[in-house]
């Protein structure tokens, strides 16, 4: 839904530009709310969102909501580094809701530990997603684009995925 082309401007009476509106909105929607932005300047604006009655830009809610574990994974808790994934992998995450396996990841970006929320994006660099990874950077680093049976040869502990699917929401 972000459009990277929606300006950051301020203003005296606001801050964060139609931008942050927007992705409130998204928010807010993800969330199952139907939302309205609309100009403060309007009057009458609420009472004509209340008897839905046209005003302002309208928002309809997702027909299926996001969980309040995933709203806070995709909306408030920050990304500490990203992970490359092949197309294979790209595609089983966004079609087939599956969890991401270190066989799949081509790339490791930044320096996070196991428990950090990090960017799950293509080899063309398109977001995919979001997760929580069950591997710290510099494991990952070691185990990229291995089966799990050699993943277990050089971690011995490790777990089966990467980045579990119940911990991981799409772009």
Do not use: C
């Not at 606001?14 to 139907?34: F, H, L």
Request: glycine residues 14%; aromatic residues 6%.
């Amino acid at each position: 839904m972000q459009d990277l082309r929606i300006g950051h401007a301020t203003s005296p009476l606001g801050s964060g530009g139609m931008r942050s509106k927007v992705v409130a909105a998204e928010m807010a929607t993800a969330a199952g709310i139907p939302t309205v932005i609309g100009s403060g300047f309007t009057t009458g604006l609420l009472g004509r969102v209340w008897r839905d009655e046209p005003a302002g830009t309208r928002f309809a809610p997702r027909a299926v909501r996001f969980s309040s574990f995933k709203l806070w994974l995709k909306y408030a808790k920050p990304t500490r580094g990203s992970l490359v994934v092949d197309a294979g992998a790209e595609r089983a995450l966004r079609e087939g809701g599956t969890s991401l396996l270190p066989v799949g990841i081509v790339g490791v970006e930044g320096a996070f530990d196991a428990g950090d929320a990090v960017a799950v994006r293509s080899r063309e660099g398109g977001e995919v997603g979001k997760g929580v990874t069950n591997y710290s950077a510099e494991e990952l680093r070691r185990v990229m684009g291995m089966q799990s049976v050699a993943v277990r040869e050089v971690l011995p502990r490790a777990t089966e995925e990467a980045v579990h699917r119940d911990y991981f929401v799409l772009a």
